[in-house]
T-cell receptor, first 116, second 117 residues
Framework: AQTVTQSQPEMSVQEAETVTLSCTYDTSESDYYLFWYKQPPSRQMILVIRQEAYKQQNATENRFSVNFQKAAKSFSLKISDSQLGDAAMYFCAYRSASAGANNLFFGTGTRLTVIP | NAGVTQTPKFRILKIGQSMTLQCAQD?????MYWYRQDPGMGLKLIYYSVGAGITDKGEVPNGYNVSRSTTEDFPLRLELAAPSQTSVYFC????????????????FGDGTRLSIL
């Protein structure tokens, strides 16, 4: 079974600084997606960024970027120019890319605090 | 755009009671999912559906039932509520195609906080 590990239960960052959240995963598949979801206190699950395993180029969405290391099974999230609104729980998730694959496997999350 | 709508947002049940959590999506997605999120944990899949009339178990299905009579709706039923089912429940939907890398990201509802006392 696929497992997703987030080894940092909590992280903090000064406003306008950069922070990196770590994620590792275990799988025997070669085709898959990786995601970072943000969950603010409102409880919504908001998709931040996704990466297809076949793509060598790291995904970027505005201030959010990833460092995807397929051989190392590592998928870290970098948040640049951190803002107060970035404070939330961040979940790393894995999903097979096979047709009809149904399950998202989540890590246990990292709580990010942004210090003004 | 409504997206995925869950009702109710909060509910308190007594042990042994039953209830149905409602979920509706207006994006014409073929796949729908129910997850639960326990404190300090990520989400775990309870049940999912690949289309109207078709459902299947996820990681933690015990104590729950689902049905999918329409594309839009995917209710989750708790028959005999137990304290272990105290959790936040999320419904999600997505489009999944028939080829590798055809799966679109899941869209989540706002969650239902359920307490069993």
């Amino acid at each position: 079974a696929q497992t997703v590990t987030q080894s940092q239960p909590e992280m903090s960052v000064q406003e306008a600084e950069t922070v990196t959240l770590s994620c590792t995963y275990d799988t025997s598949e070669s085709d898959y997606y990786l995601f970072w979801y943000k969950q603010p206190p409102s409880r919504q699950m908001i998709l931040v960024i996704r990466q297809e395993a076949y793509k060598q180029q790291n995904a970027t969405e505005n201030r959010f970027s990833v460092n995807f290391q397929k051989a190392a099974k590592s998928f870290s999230l970098k948040i640049s120019d951190s803002q107060l609104g970035d404070a939330a729980m961040y979940f790393c998730a894995y999903r097979s890319a096979s047709a009809g694959a149904n399950n998202l496997f989540f890590g246990t999350g990292t709580r990010l605090t942004v210090i003004p | 755009n409504a997206g995925v709508t869950q009702t109710p947002k909060f509910r308190i049940l007594k042990i042994g009671q039953s209830m149905t959590l409602q979920c509706a999506q207006d994006m014409n997605h073929n796949y729908m999912y129910w997850y639960r999120q326990d404190p300090g944990m990520g989400l775990k899949l309870i049940y999912y559906s690949v289309g109207a009339g078709i459902t299947d178990k996820g990681e933690v299905p015990n104590g729950y039932n689902v049905s999918r009579s329409t594309t839009e709706d995917f209710p989750l039923r708790l028959e005999l509520a137990a304290p272990s089912q105290t959790s936040v429940y999320f419904c999600a939907s997505s489009y999944s195609g028939r080829s590798t890398y055809s799966n679109q990201p899941q869209h989540f509802g706002d969650g239902t906080r359920l307490s069993i006392l």
